[in-house]
């Protein structure tokens, strides 16, 4: 059962110096329950493509289905992580994580529950009456996961969520993430630059071809889960990984 | 430690230099008068000095809050709607440059004489410097905020009042300090030009009698003031903006 399927979508910017294709006619399918990851080079479009997903931004030609219905504008149903800091910074950790909830009138009781629920689950029990910027920039991720969580979306769009943060945090948040997602199921779709990253965590990977963004190449991870850190150390997510890297280097 | 040794040395010296200058008889004290005229006004002038003042302190807390709230509601109306923004733009643009003191004799020439036309100059320096700052503060909240919201599933009404009116609150704290420390000195140059009281005429009063002390009493009671009620909204400020980082 697919809950997202786009078809034959393209976007084009009118530009200073005229036309410019961000979006070449993709062709992309997302089942219920997937971890998908799109990867690309710098300009390939993939937090375009991820941003018309959201619903922030609008396609130029094809379609786009959810739930087999056209999507117009953003909605709950796709709750984004973006990349920067998005926490509300005037609300406290716990505030934060009940917006969306607050949003949909979710009843305060169902609310209480569901959020001390999630606030164990992040780790962040201890902070509920913090304010986001008393804490650390993992800290932050984690209430921004959090609260597209509590959204209950469809679909959970990740826009390089870990992009700004150190190599340590990174892994730290990748493991948190699969944790978190493997107790919580949710469709994902993960944008990144960064190929192990994509590899670690998805389940199929979307590899896009830069100027313009054009589908390059659809990967199946191999990788049994539950995945632990010796993923990475392994032979075989390591060959994968050259012959990945090579491809998105423009090699065929 | 050290630097609040050379600030309070610096301050006790001043005050020293001023008391031996004018106890000393040095200076005259019709150009500068000393510590015991001052005490003497106080002591002789304090309740036509309270009459004065609470005229004066009424006119500019009228003027102040009538200012500072018109400011902000027209500033957030500007904001939020392309047709009001349209509209308003022009005229904002024409009043922004206008300096408020240079309207008195305009307003005297209109509404004469009295508590109105003074309400009215206050209310209008503050009006422009919030309603500016209002504006220019909604654009600048981070459009991050704003599509977070959004793909939470807000739409525009509750994305104003739980994002854009929280996010702007620090700066427009600001900008209502800058507005009452403004308004104190638009209501004394009101009433310099014309007014039947007010701590303004007081010192007009003075003036004409070479009555320096009486002066200086009343720059030091209303820069007391000014200074009192820019301790109280920081104060505010801080319990408003808690969780905004040049406090934590």
């Known amino acids: 059962m697919n809950v997202l399927e786009i078809k034959q979508l393209s976007k084009v910017f009118q530009g200073n110096a005229g036309e410019v294709t961000a979006l070449d006619r993709i062709d992309l399918d997302v089942k219920a329950g997937e971890f998908v990851s799109i990867v690309g080079t710098s300009g390939c479009g993939k937090s375009t493509l991820l941003s018309i997903i959201a619903g922030l931004t609008d396609y130029t030609a094809g379609s786009m289905l959810l739930n087999g219905r056209p999507v117009e504008g953003p909605g709950s149903d796709r709750a984004v992580v973006f990349q920067s800091d998005a926490t509300f910074p005037w609300l406290s950790v716990e505030k934060n994580i009940k917006y969306g909830m607050k949003v949909k009138k979710v009843p305060r009781a169902e609310q209480e529950k569901k959020a001390g629920e999630l606030l164990k689950l992040l780790g962040l029990e201890n902070f509920r009456n913090s304010y986001p910027r008393e804490l650390s920039g993992g800290m932050r991720k984690r209430i921004d996961i959090g609260r597209a969580y509590a959204a209950e979306p469809d679909i959970l769009l990740m826009d390089e969520p870990f992009g700004a943060l150190d190599v340590v945090t990174r892994e730290t948040m990748q493991d948190e993430l699969l944790r978190i997602w493997s107790e919580r199921k949710r469709t994902v779709i993960f944008v990144t630059h960064d190929l192990e990253e994509a590899m670690y965590l998805s389940d199929r990977i979307i590899l896009l071809s830069p100027r313009p963004g054009r589908l390059k190449k659809v990967i199946e991870l191999p990788f049994a889960r539950p995945r632990t850190p010796a993923l990475r150390e392994s032979r075989e997510f390591y060959e994968l990984r050259n012959e990945l890297r090579k491809l998105m280097n423009g090699g065929e | ?248």
Request: with cysteine.
């Open chain 2, 1 to 248: 430690m050290k630097w609040k040794i050379i600030s309070i040395s610096s301050a006790v010296l001043f005050l020293a230099l001023w008391i031996v200058l004018t106890l000393g008889g040095f200076v005259n004290k019709l150009y500068l008068p000393g510590p015991d005229q001052i005490f003497g006004v106080f002591m002789e002038d304090y309740s036509k000095l309270f009459r004065h003042l609470g005229f004066t302190l009424g006119r500019q807390f009228a003027g102040f809050f009538l200012g500072s709230a018109l400011g902000i509601l027209v500033g957030l109306l500007i904001a939020s709607n392309r047709y009001v923004q349209a509209f308003m733009d022009p005229i904002i643009e024409v009043l922004r440059p206008i300096p408020p003191l240079a309207i008195i004799p305009m307003l005297i020439l209109w509404l004469g004489i009295g508590a109105f036309p003074q309400i009215l100059l206050v209310t209008f320096g503050c009006f422009v410097i919030i309603v500016v700052n209002t504006v220019e503060s909604v654009r600048n909240v981070p459009k991050i905020y704003i599509n977070a919201a959004r793909t939470l599933g807000a739409k525009w009404s509750y994305i104003y009042h739980t994002v854009v009116l929280p996010a702007i609150v620090p700066s427009l704290v600001g900008s209502v300090r800058v507005c009452a420390a403004a308004s104190f000195g638009l209501v004394v140059a009101a009433e310099f030009m014309g007014a039947q009281e007010g701590i303004g005429y007081y010192m007009i009063i003075a003036q004409r009698y070479l009555r320096t002390d009486m002066i200086f009493v009343s720059i030091i009671i209303i820069s007391a003031l000014a200074w009192l009620t820019d301790q109280l909204i920081r104060k505010a400020e801080k319990r408003l903006t808690r969780w905004s980082e040049r406090h934590s």
